[in-house]
């Protein structure tokens, strides 16, 4: 099913997944969907490799648990709120390649309290065989308190200069994304 891209979400600078100055990070992009699912996709390069060709399976939870603490985001619009990974239990279903074309993964909000969430998420390969789902628990945090011992030390510059923590628009940013929610 395709879904309409609501709103893109920020990016930091030096975040494994979403740091856009991260050398060996993901840089992957990250979108709210017209359902309330966020969504991205990645193409795993060779730094990122386990067995020969292979992406290694600590980044794929890495990518699951970036998109898992973003979630909760479409539910507080305006605010910099995260989730703060207290589990995840995750199934490996299919390697995922490297150098292939780009990879979609999502995550859905399953339950919502006032401190904590729980998302169900999932890796797509470019044939749409599931390579690995995963489900969390998070504690909603904002990014103002994540940061805040360090904010201190920061000469009174705004946590947004400090961290890149903004959206960056792109003209080839999608408009829908398909996703297959079985």
Known sequence: MNLKVIKKQPNSSMCFICGLKNNIGMKSYFFELEDKTVASWFSPKVAHQSYPGRLHGGISISLLDEI?????????????????????????????????????????????????????SKIVLPDKQVAVEATGIYMKVSLRKVIQDKAKTINNASIRDHTGWKVYKDKNDPKFFEVNNS
């Open 68 to 120: 898992m603490a973003r979630a909760v985001m479409p539910y507080h619009s305006g605010e910099d709120i995260l989730g703060i990974t207290l589990g995840i239990t995750a199934k490996f279903r299919k390697p995922i390649e490297l150098n292939q074309q780009a990879h979609m993964f999502y995550s859905k909000v399953v339950s919502n309290t006032s401190r904590f969430f729980r998302v169900f």
